[in-house]
Nanobody
Framework: QVQLVESGGGLVQSGGSLRLSCAAS????????MGWYRQAPGKERELVAA???????RYADSVKGRFTISRDNAKNTVYLQMNSLKPEDTAVYYC?????????WGQGTQVTVSS
């Protein structure tokens, strides 16, 4: 059974930092591309950051220079370090694992940034 379990969300003031983690089980983690998405109320889910099996990364323009995605294949875990948080970063953040037709999602973790 595939599980992606996110943690690390919470309430933080504007300018603060959070580190999200996503622990994966039931997949061969090191072959999967991993991503973080977010969905704010009334908005569509959007890609925040992604990292390939080789470690290449890409980011949404809105988070470039503030967020960093990384992975630890030994721990089957992907991270999202979020710095200089803004109220507009408030959303539910979801972890995604993708390998060709195999696509899995976590349950999401709430991030709320107060002004």
């Amino acid at each position: 059974q595939v599980q992606l379990v996110e943690s690390g969300g919470g309430l933080v003031q504007s300018g603060g930092s959070l580190r999200l983690s996503c622990a994966a089980s039931g997949i061969i983690f090191n072959v999967y591309a991993m991503g973080w998405y977010r969905q704010a109320p009334g908005k569509e889910r959007e890609l925040v950051a992604a990292i390939t099996r080789d470690g290449s990364t890409r980011y949404a323009d809105s988070v470039k220079g503030r967020f960093t995605i990384s992975r630890d294949n030994a721990k089957n875990t992907v991270y999202l370090q979020m710095n200089s948080l803004k109220p507009e970063d408030t959303a539910v953040y979801y972890c995604n694992a993708n390998y060709f037709v195999y696509d899995y999602w976590g349950q999401g973790t709430q991030v709320t940034v107060s002004s």
